[in-house]
């Protein structure tokens, strides 16, 4: 497990060997690493190049914004506690500026509320730490492999009611109405899964299962929250919802006929 800043950390690099000439699919998935602590960034830098990604590190909030300004990153592994912009606003503008840009939030802040404000403001994932870099690495590719899953989908458009809701998974992009709306990967992805089985009932479990890739030590919130921000971008009434239904006691469905 990594430690939270001022742990002792020998003996890190002495377990992560990087072979330079590693190809793998990620490689041209640059990383943004954003932690003011160095002991912290390095670690996750290493273990992140062992799998062929490549990598930047920012140290402060207004370093992270001109590193996403200046060429966004496929993915930010973002901490919350940073110098002169926390890592809250960068998010926000992340989202702004960036909506394709997948976004870990690895933060020393463990509150559920904490979490579920992280998620809100549309992070893909949530991790505390102190936290395992092998877990971090999986939840940085299932972000990424989500991202690409769609668009490899042998469906290549969903164009629902007379263009009432178009999803094309090809260029991850959604319509609604005609008016096009912007998705994080995690939320393109959930739509498509539950557009791709309509009329399916499933679990919180099961959606964590076949949309983020596991279910263990995640908080199901995680999908609670998305589904929130999915509902208030595509449909007309999200209290009401005609696509994204809620099955009490259950889980969630996909309305389609």
């Known amino acids: 497990l990594i430690s939270l800043p001022g742990w002792g950390n020998s003996g890190w690099k002495k377990s992560v060997t990087i072979n330079p000439m590693k190809q793998t699919a990620g490689e041209s998935e640059k990383i943004l690493i954003v932690d003011d602590e160095p002991s912290v960034a390095e670690v996750v830098s290493l273990y992140l190049k062992k799998e062929g990604f490549p990598v930047q590190i920012a140290r402060t909030g207004p370093e992270a914004v001109a590193a996403v300004r200046e060429g966004a990153p496929a993915l930010v592994v973002l901490d ?3 110098p002169e912009i926390d890592g809250l606003k960068v998010l926000s503008l992340i989202r ?5 840009t997948a976004v870990i939030v690895l933060s020393a802040r463990r509150q559920e509320v904490d979490r579920i404000y992280g998620l809100e403001l549309g992070a893909d994932d949530y991790m505390t730490k102190p936290f395992s870099p ?11 492999r989500r991202a690409r899953g769609a668009a490899e989908a042998p469906i290549e458009r969903l164009d629902l009611e007379d263009g ?16 096009a709306v912007d998705l994080t ?5 959930l739509l498509w899964f539950m557009a791709s089985h309509p009329n399916q009932v499933f679990s919180r479990d ?22 929130r921000r999915v509902r208030e971008k595509i449909e007309r009434d999200p209290s009401s ?11 969630y469905k996909f309305v389609r006929e």
């Open 134 to 144: 092998a877990e971090l690495v999986a939840r940085v590719k299932a972000v990424l």
């Open 96 to 100: 702004t500026e960036s909506p394709e």
């Open 206 to 227: 099961q959606l964590l299962e076949n949309v983020w890739g596991f279910s263990d030590y995640v908080d199901p919130n995680t999908v609670t929250v998305h589904m």
């Open 185 to 189: 990967a995690t939320e393109f992805s």
């Open 241 to 251: 919802p005609r696509w994204l239904q809620t099955v009490w006691g259950v889980g």
């Open 80 to 82: 919350i506690m940073i």
């Open 164 to 179: 009432a809701l178009v999803i094309e998974p090809a260029s991850h992009t959604v319509q609604v109405d005609g008016r």
